[in-house]
């Protein structure tokens, strides 16, 4: 079973927010883009960025974090999220150094380490 459709069963929980609206905004390729708002429908909830959280996106961007990135980031610390799931080599690297109390993992290898428990 995928990671979206465990979410879509209720198992586990899949966010999205105003920021990944906003780069949805943005987006040229279309089917890329039909893609990323399918997944998006799985989400049980929206999170909304807040002056805090530009703060501490900031605080990231310092640490050579990529501003929409550090957006990501900062939101899901506030959230206290569990796992922040991405396929982008470079920011899984630069994630491992700021000491994150959640874990930023590639979905594949997130979703394999998950089955091996069950």
């Known amino acids: 079973?995928?990671?979206?459709?465990?979410c879509e069963?209720?198992?586990w929980k899949l966010v999205t927010s105003d920021v990944i609206d906003?780069?949805?905004s943005r987006m040229e390729d279309t089917y890329k883009l039909e893609q990323v708002q399918?997944?998006?429908r799985a989400s049980s909830e929206r999170l909304e960025m807040t002056k805090q959280?530009?703060?501490r996106a900031e605080h990231f961007q310092r640490h050579g974090i990529k501003p929409m990135d550090s957006y990501h980031l900062s939101i899901a610390e506030a959230s206290k999220i569990d796992v922040f799931l991405t396929t982008d080599r470079k920011l899984l690297?630069?994630?491992s150094?700021?000491?994150?109390?959640?874990?930023?993992?590639n979905p594949v290898s997130w979703l394999m380490e998950v089955i091996d428990y069950e």
């Not at 079973?1 to 465990?6: D, F, K, L, T």
């Open 1 to 6: 079973m995928s990671i979206i459709s465990r």
């Open 97 to 105: 150094k700021l000491g994150l109390a959640f874990a930023v993992k």
């Open 9 to 11: 069963l209720g198992y």
């Open 22 to 24: 906003y780069e949805l």
């Open 38 to 40: 399918g997944l998006c």
């Open 53 to 55: 959280d530009k703060e």
């Open 93 to 95: 690297n630069s994630a």
